[in-house]
C-alpha cells in the first residue's frame, strides 16, 4: 500500500505561479510513473504531467511551457510547478503513483482556484 499526500493548492490570479507537492508513504524511487491529473468542475480527470522512473517527463498540451514536473526521491514527494497560471486551470489536481503495470494509487487531491 502506499499513501499519497498532495498540498499547495489555493487560491491564486491570473498570471501567478504554485508548487504542488504529492509525498508517498514509501520510497518512490522503482516506481514505474509519477503521474499529475485534474479534474475541473464537470469535465473528466485529465493528465496533466508524468514523470517516469527513468527520468523521462510528458506534458498536457495545455500545460506544456508553463508547468514542470520534478521528483525527489530522497524525499519520496513529486511536484508540479505551475507558472503563469490561467482560470482554466482550476481543478482539484491528483497525484498518481503507477508502482507496476497493475498496482497504482491515487492522493485525495489538492484544489487549486485561479480568479482574480
Known amino acids: 500500500q502506499v499513501q499519497l499526500v498532495e498540498s499547495g493548492g489555493g487560491l491564486v490570479q491570473p498570471g501567478g505561479s504554485l508548487r504542488l507537492s504529492c509525498v508517498a508513504s514509501?520510497?518512490?524511487?522503482?516506481?514505474?510513473?509519477m503521474e499529475w491529473y485534474r479534474q475541473a468542475p464537470g469535465k473528466e480527470r485529465e493528465l496533466v504531467a508524468l514523470?517516469?522512473?527513468?527520468?523521462?517527463?510528458g506534458y498536457a498540451n495545455s500545460v506544456k511551457g508553463r508547468c514542470t514536473i520534478s521528483r525527489d526521491n530522497a524525499k519520496r514527494t513529486v511536484y508540479l510547478q505551475m507558472n503563469s497560471l490561467k482560470r482554466e486551470d482550476t481543478a482539484v489536481y491528483y497525484c498518481r503513483a503507477v508502482v507496476t503495470g497493475t498496482e497504482d494509487y491515487w492522493g485525495q487531491g489538492t484544489e487549486v482556484t485561479v480568479s482574480s
Open positions: 514509501r520510497s518512490i524511487f522503482s516506481f514505474n510513473v
Open positions: 514523470i517516469r522512473s527513468g527520468g523521462s517527463i
